[in-house]
DNA sequence: CGACCAGTTGACGGATATCAAGTAGAGTGG
DNA sequence: CCACTCTACTTGATATCCGTCAACTGGTCG
């Protein structure tokens, strides 16, 4: 369940923890060149679009206007690891260490609307906003709270129950947000997105869904997404009849 | 590897990010039965206490000054995920959103120091003193980082590999903070723990232990650790012959 | 001495990865 | 308008890693 930031609604760069930090946009041209377009403020990607690079510095932080994206990282044997979905709202680039490189990659899934500030600010921004770092961190610890989560299922749940729980979860989010339209959501990820964010192989993903789909657990298609949430929920929770690894005292 | 934070060491409570907020202590008798001692401004944990409880509200925050923790949460289904080992350093109880309920345990398994806050005076200290204020978002970011990194190993890693990943990991941490003699570390958690962390089953975390012995890549035994750096390092990297789930681009 | 706990080991089965092949739709160029 | 390509999605067959079961060892504590 998404939990927005005391007193930081989602809908213009107005809102974002950093707004009264308007960004002069320090970027070079040829930073710019992958940009499609641009405004003082805000920073418009098409999908696809690799916003931040492993191995990368950036000196720049965004935060999320609307659009949909994807934070991951190549493992050294190169295998992909999606650790997150960017959903409106979300902050990006504070991972790297508050000033070091990148270590994961940021890609636009939908055209993308984002706030662009400067890492150099951030400073400031503690020193004379304490209001607005208040919320900076805030956001972090809520994300650090969903990473969490996510460690937990996993390591602790099979193939189903974590497509349940994620798209229990996208759906959640993307609702919490106004995104749904009759239970429905838009679901631009590919199906291999979703298995390295699961830690699962394509087929088996595909296959799992196609359960779900036959059972009327979660409908998928055409870039959106219908869920039983009740019985998904259900599923999410895991098989009772599957014996505990270990009862704890 | 542990990267401490601009001008923090871990020595005393005079180094802690909320150091000059000192703790007055506004636990209730019974809420002080479990501790073993106390001082002001410092609390001594017993190994094997549970010093928060999944699910429990917490006025407090905790910075750990020495000894080793847990912070784990119970799936529905019974499970248990160790989310990561607690070190020296840590900065205990942000997760919770700033001001929520505890979603997961925090346990010590050696003998604790910690420091107390109030977690209502969190916003004094982001009001007052900007630089503490940053010194903890450093710290919530750091974090972040390494449960992206977990998260990846968890999702792409085989047994060996994610065996070979953890325990250079904490090698790295301890010995970073000083706690190495002779290449050698502490290394107090049961196998039990380390196979929910990662994800896998007591036994095949027994059994791929025992290889890593027998091969000298890693030798834990009385509750110290030496590892061979170089070649679990490379085992971490994992087996080069094995094909690449996707090539990306 | 018995209970209990962490660690250990072998046998077995199942969940999931891998391999292989095929379908459908969108874009491209002749 | 029709090959041709490319990508996402599907589906069945086979292989294997790892979870589960069961039993045993050694240490500690009462």
Redesign the pocket.
């Known amino acids: 369940m998404f939990v927005p930031a005391p007193d930081a609604t989602i809908t213009n760069c107005r809102n974002c923890p950093l707004r009264r930090k308007p960004l002069f946009l320090p970027f070079s041209d040829s930073e710019l060149s992958f940009m499609e377009q641009f405004k003082v403020g805000e920073l418009v990607v098409a999908p696809g679009v690799t916003l931040l690079e492993e191995g990368q510095g950036s000196a720049h932080l965004f935060t999320v206007l609307s659009g949909l994206g994807i934070r991951s990282t190549m493992l050294e044997n190169g295998r992909r690891q999606v650790i997150n979905f960017l959903f409106p709202g979300d902050f990006i680039g504070l991972q790297a260490g508050l000033a070091g490189e990148m270590r994961h990659s940021v890609e636009s899934t939908t055209t993308m609307v984002l706030c662009v500030f400067n890492r150099a600010d951030l400073w400031d921004l503690f020193r004379e906003e304490p209001e607005r770092a208040y919320d900076l961190t805030w956001i972090a610890a809520v994300e650090e709270h969903f990473l969490g989560e996510t460690i937990a299922s996993l390591g602790q749940?099979?193939?189903?129950?974590?497509l349940a729980w994620a798209l229990l979860r996208i759906h959640e989010r993307l609702s919490a947000i106004g995104l749904a339209e009759r239970g429905r959501v838009p679901m631009p990820?590919?199906?291999?997105?979703?298995?390295d964010a699961?830690?699962?192989?394509?087929?088996?993903?595909?296959?799992?869904?196609?359960r779900l789909?036959e059972t009327g657990h979660a409908l998928?298609?055409g870039?959106t997404l219908f869920v039983d949430r009740e019985r998904l929920a259900t599923l999410a929770l895991a098989d009772p009849d599957?014996?505990?690894?270990r009862p704890l005292?």
Chains 1, 2 share one sequence.
């Open positions: 749940r099979d193939a189903t129950e974590r990820w590919r199906q291999q997105d979703l298995a699961l830690g699962l192989s394509l087929v088996h993903t595909n296959k799992t869904i196609r789909r998928w298609e870039g599957r014996p505990r690894r005292i």
